[in-house]
């Protein structure tokens, strides 16, 4: 199946959801997985290396010695899929020079952020005994993905997760202004993207309208706090509980339409409201199946195993509940 991460959440941008790994990479032990940081140590080193070379062409050359050579299997995937070259590396630390300099501090706290991580993957192998978990690496690209997969596993653009109350903002488009995010949000997302890579939903005509969708992200952020005790989209739940009872007349008009452009990956267009509302009302119906079930492994299953949207969204039993204010 195709695999993709996908987000433009406000924080967890341009990943991918992923449907599972293959073969012989099946891991189902926590205690196995290899939380990858050399790349970003090594980014570092080609970024000192490169930061007093005014010839574009030799700081290329560095970064292509120093850091995409030296490279991790995440690293090859993440050039493959988002970075592309050294040279465009390089243009986009030329077009950002202040950003890409401040970022530093925040990138390398994530080699101290092991334990949380492989912790929140013990608690899903609890509750869901037939997880697999894939390795995961933390690279430094160009501001164009939070997250992806690869053959290699969970790919997390570290870069993108740079922000502070002191972040320089004015190289920075609009899009990235509204998605970047803060480095502790870091083991919440790796937390996300691993449900999405436990995941198994077919390609059903309603998978495909903005329910489907809608489940396939709200779930994830159902699971990884359960597994985290962190939601990475902590602002959508404050907005949602004085907002639920107009969120559901609006969302019941579009559930069944194949157009997600006003509730999901919508950073940039939503003006009125917060974006990717639709993480929200999937979240709502997942943890609405979550706490009636008597089961909740089985319950667990069925989250990640959803075969027929509609079938699932009534069985939760979620919609009289929208007088609760979404608490």
Same mark, same amino acid.
């Given at each position: 199946?195709?695999?993709?991460?996908?987000?433009?959440?406000?924080?967890?941008?341009?990943?991918? %959801?992923?449907?599972? &790994?293959?073969?012989?990479?099946?891991?189902?032990? *926590?205690?196995?997985?290899? @939380? #990858?940081?050399?790349? $970003?140590?090594?980014?570092?080193?080609?970024?000192?290396?490169?930061?007093?070379?005014?010839?574009?062409?030799?700081? %290329?050359?560095?970064? &292509?010695?120093?850091?995409?050579?030296?490279?991790? *299997?995440?690293?090859?995937? @993440? #050039?493959?899929?988002? $970075?592309?070259?050294?040279?465009?590396?390089?243009?986009?630390?030329?077009?950002?020079?202040?950003?890409?300099?401040? %970022?530093?501090?925040?990138?390398?706290?994530?080699?101290?952020?092991?334990?949380?991580?492989?912790?929140? @993957?013990?608690?899903?192998?609890?509750?869901?005994?037939?997880?697999?978990?894939?390795?995961?690496?933390?690279?430094?690209?160009?501001?164009?993905?939070?997250?992806?997969?690869?053959?290699?596993?969970?790919?997390?653009?570290?870069?993108?997760?740079?922000?502070?109350?002191?972040?320089?903002?004015?190289?920075?488009?609009?899009?990235?202004?509204?998605?970047?995010?803060?480095?502790?949000?870091?083991?919440?997302?790796?937390?996300?993207?691993?449900?999405?890579?436990?995941?198994?939903?077919?390609?059903?005509?309603?998978?495909?309208?903005?329910?489907?969708?809608?489940?396939?992200?709200?779930?994830?952020?159902?699971?990884?706090?359960?597994?985290?005790?962190?939601?990475?989209?902590?602002?959508?739940?404050?907005?949602?509980?004085?907002?639920?009872?107009?969120?559901?007349?609006?969302?019941?008009?579009?559930?069944?339409?194949?157009?997600?452009?006003?509730?999901?990956?919508?950073?940039?267009?939503?003006?009125?409201?917060?974006?990717?509302?639709?993480?929200?009302?999937?979240?709502?119906?997942?943890?609405?199946?979550?706490?009636?079930?008597?089961?909740?492994?089985?319950?667990?299953?069925?989250?990640?195993?959803?075969?027929?949207?509609?079938?699932?969204?009534?069985?939760?039993?979620?919609?009289?509940?929208?007088?609760?204010?979404?608490?």
């Amino acid at each position: 199946m195709k695999r993709t991460i996908a987000h433009t959440i406000s924080i967890l941008f341009i990943s991918t %959801i992923s449907f599972g &790994q293959s073969g012989s990479q099946l891991n189902h032990d *926590p205690a196995h997985v290899k @939380f #990858v940081t050399s790349d $970003i140590g090594n980014f570092w080193r080609a970024y000192d290396l490169a930061a007093n070379e005014t010839d574009k062409s030799k700081r %290329i050359a560095i970064f &292509q010695a120093e850091y995409l050579d030296k490279g991790s *299997p995440g690293l090859k995937d @993440f #050039v493959r899929l988002r $970075i592309k070259s050294a040279a465009n590396l390089v243009s986009a630390i030329d077009r950002m020079p202040k950003y890409y300099a401040s %970022i530093r501090p925040q990138t390398l706290q994530v080699q101290r952020m092991e334990k949380r991580m492989r912790s929140a @993957f013990e608690k899903f192998k609890l509750i869901y005994p037939d997880a697999v978990f894939p390795d995961v690496y933390f690279l430094i690209g160009v501001t164009s993905s939070g997250g992806t997969t690869g053959p290699s596993g969970l790919l997390i653009g570290t870069e993108m997760y740079g922000k502070t109350p002191k972040t320089p903002m004015d190289e920075l488009s609009d899009w990235l202004r509204m998605v970047l995010s803060t480095v502790d949000n870091v083991p919440a997302i790796v937390a996300h993207e691993s449900c999405h890579y436990n995941q198994h939903y077919n390609s059903a005509p309603d998978q495909r309208h903005l329910l489907g969708k809608s489940l396939q992200e709200g779930s994830c952020d159902t699971i990884g706090e359960l597994i985290s005790g962190r939601n990475i989209n902590e602002h959508l739940k404050v907005y949602g509980k004085t907002h639920v009872a107009e969120i559901w007349r609006d969302f019941e008009v579009d559930m069944y339409k194949p157009d997600f452009s006003k509730w999901v990956y919508n950073a940039v267009t939503a003006k009125d409201r917060p974006a990717d509302l639709g993480y929200y009302v999937g979240y709502l119906i997942t943890r609405a199946y979550y706490r009636k079930a008597k089961d909740k492994r089985q319950a667990i299953h069925d989250i990640l195993n959803i075969q027929d949207a509609r079938a699932f969204y009534e069985a939760s039993g979620v919609r009289p509940a929208a007088s609760e204010k979404g608490k």
